[in-house]
């Protein structure tokens, strides 16, 4: 809330990289939104968490739709800085923020579709053959075409975007130094880069990959729901919270670490102290 608070307050935050970190922070907050509300009805009926039920395919469809929407999100982002280094230093200027505001339509409008499936049809309410276990009324072949592909595409993209980003960074820097130019800027670019794509890879693989294999168990699993309990579900809410950590890692590392938002939340807390003392007075 403060990530978005902010790039909405300050004008010029408005940038097309700050809608997609502005997006990804809404993305963040349906996913927790989501996952509170699977809480409650954990809470109130722990029944309908394990054997599952019509009760549990809106929070269920909110969450996944929330979930895709922030890794593609993720990969936009990878995308969008990839462009901005690739090319010339025009080229971050090409990317306008009508373009960003598309594809946080298209992001959330695929998010939606995928996510809704199983309001649609795609569930196994009125029966019992290929139903998932952990995550009743889900099909296992939904969560499998849901999960897998999505995940791959999350841990492959991002790869390649920094990689190429960093290998670019490194090119440009010999050049200079080879024309007998300073490197420090490019060195320091480079290592903020570095640092930046593996804290996103192991919050990636810490938050998505047990979920991963949690489907995977599912998909192979021969046993009911009373030879699993309590382990197994244990483990299934363990992934939920740690999908929901990640919507607390990912405004750490794209947004609240960044020097320029800092000091715009210092501002912002300044302007407001102002104002109040103002109306005060």
Same mark, same amino acid.
Request: charged share 20%; net charge positive.
């Given at each position: 809330c403060a990530v978005i #608070?902010?790039?909405m307050a300050m004008k010029d935050l408005h940038k097309p990289i700050s809608i997609l970190f502005c997006n990804l922070a809404f993305s963040d907050l349906f996913t927790s939104f989501s996952g509170f509300w699977i809480t409650l009805l954990f809470i109130t009926n722990p029944d309908i968490t394990i054997f599952g039920s019509k009760d549990m395919l809106p929070p269920y469809a909110l969450y996944t739709s929330s979930i895709l929407s922030t890794i593609y999100n993720l990969i936009s982002?990878?995308?969008e800085r990839y462009l901005a280094v690739a090319e010339s230093m025009r080229t971050r200027f090409r990317v306008a923020r009508s373009h960003s505001v598309a594809v946080v339509l298209i992001n959330w409008v695929l998010a939606f579709f995928l996510g809704c499936l199983p309001l649609m049809g795609w569930n !196994?309410?009125?029966t019992?053959?290929?139903i998932s276990v952990l995550y009743s009324p889900f099909c296992v072949n939904y969560l499998i075409f849901i999960t897998l592909p999505n995940v791959v595409v999350a841990f492959i993209i991002p790869l390649f975007t920094y990689l190429r980003i960093i290998i670019i960074l490194r090119k440009?820097?010999?050049r200079m130094k080879a024309c007998g130019q300073a490197t420090g800027t490019y060195k320091s670019a480079e290592i903020q880069v570095a640092k930046t794509s593996i804290c996103i890879w192991l919050l990636a693989l810490i938050s998505y990959a047990? #979920?991963?294999a949690g489907v995977i168990f599912d998909a192979t699993n021969q046993q009911c729901h009373a030879d699993?309990?309590?382990g197994v579900y244990i483990f299934r809410n363990c992934t939920a919270m740690l999908i929901t950590m990640? !919507?607390?890692?990912n405004p750490i590392i794209y947004t609240l670490k960044a020097k320029t938002l800092g000091a715009k939340l210092k501002a912002l807390k300044r302007l407001t102290t102002n104002r109040i003392r103002a109306c005060t007075i």
């Open positions: #608070f902010t790039r982002i990878g995308i !196994c309410l009125h019992e053959e290929n440009r820097k010999l047990p #979920f991963s699993l309990y309590p990640n !919507c607390l890692g």
